[in-house]
């Protein structure tokens, strides 16, 4: 028995589907696939602990640095029950605890210069019974993460799934039902995420015209918006992304998902040099939080009695940048 962990975004499920369809073609059945959120990635390899598969493959699943001792726990749990884990990754925090990974026995496959689905169309692609239809698949990951081009149909394409995926209705089901659409069926999309994408797009509108009243930050480099309190429905980063492309400037937006935390989603423009990962993930550990994530699109989280302080803290840190 196998099992995939995967991050829900496009990149996450598209390395999850190339390397589900190896798995299947050498083993003879579908590994058992589950999706994860950094943040939560413990919770999610405790579902595995009862009856631990042979192999866990996790793709696209950076370290939050906040819950790590928690990962790590979870990682021994498994290993010490005869597991062997494989992690598929392009995060920097996932670098950073290489060694740490290497000394519990997980192997580490992982690329600075691309994600996931760089390494699934590289590594893996070849090895399935479609190596052409899934090296289309992992180009759309890359393409939705923004380190890979493609012409217009593969951006069309790349930019329906993503918005599919982000839909307030797209549930862990509707992932798990596409990865498995993808790899039984070599069909890159059907009816339900084209209804989806569609929900997606007047979702996102309706929020970025709420959210422009909520900016308590603006100067030259960067923008602060205040959004708890509003219901973001999973859109923060899509809204933050599209906000920094039409401004020009680091976008990051505050938003309560509970009542015991605020989050903080950051997007930064290609011509700005800002290191959101690094930047963000230093103020969260000074307010008792953690987070994590890439250059250009980051995400912390802090207890929500930090969440003034650390809005004032981001507003300091952007006027700061010229």
């Not at 602990?49 to 021994?76: H, I, N």
């Not at 550990?285 to 980051?298: D, N, W």
Request: charged share 30%.
């Amino acid at each position: 028995m196998a099992a995939v962990v995967a991050h829900g975004d496009l990149d996450g499920l598209a390395s999850a589907a190339v390397v589900s369809a190896v798995l299947r073609k050498k083993r003879g059945a579908h590994p058992r696939l589950l999706i994860a959120q950094p943040y939560a990635l413990h919770r999610t390899l405790l579902k595995l602990a009862s009856e631990p598969p042979e192999l866990v493959v996790l793709t696209d699943v950076g370290v939050d640095e906040a819950v790590w001792p928690s990962v790590r726990k979870s990682v021994e749990e498994l290993t010490a029950k005869g597991a062997r884990i494989l992690w598929v990754d392009h995060h920097a925090q996932t670098a950073r605890v290489s060694l740490e990974l290497a000394e519990l026995g997980v192997s580490l496959l992982y690329t600075g210069s691309g994600c996931a689905s760089t390494i699934a169309r590289e590594v893996f692609a070849p090895l399935t019974d479609d190596p052409s239809f899934f090296a289309k698949l992992a180009r759309l990951g890359e393409i939705a993460d923004n380190v890979a081009g493609g012409d217009r149909e593969l951006t069309l394409l790349a930019d329906r799934l993503a918005a599919a995926l982000s839909a307030p209705s797209s549930k862990d089901e509707f992932k798990v039902r596409l990865v498995k659409m993808w790899v039984e069926e070599k069909k890159l999309v059907d009816d339900e995420v084209a209804v989806k994408a569609e929900e997606f797009e007047k979702a996102l509108a309706r929020k970025l015209a709420e959210i422009e009243q909520r900016v308590v930050f603006e100067g030259e480099v960067g923008v602060v918006i205040d959004a708890r309190g509003m219901r973001l429905e999973g859109l923060a980063g899509h809204i933050a992304s599209r906000l920094a492309r039409e401004k020009g400037k680091v976008v990051a937006i505050a938003f309560s998902p509970n009542e015991r935390e605020v989050v903080v989603t950051c997007r930064v423009p290609p011509h700005i040099d800002f290191d959101a990962a690094s930047e963000l993930s230093s103020l969260a550990l000074k307010l008792g939080g953690g987070g994590g994530g890439l250059a250009r699109a980051a995400a912390i989280r802090v207890p929500s009695s930090a969440g003034d302080e650390l809005l004032k803290k981001l507003g300091e840190l952007l006027a700061r940048r010229k």
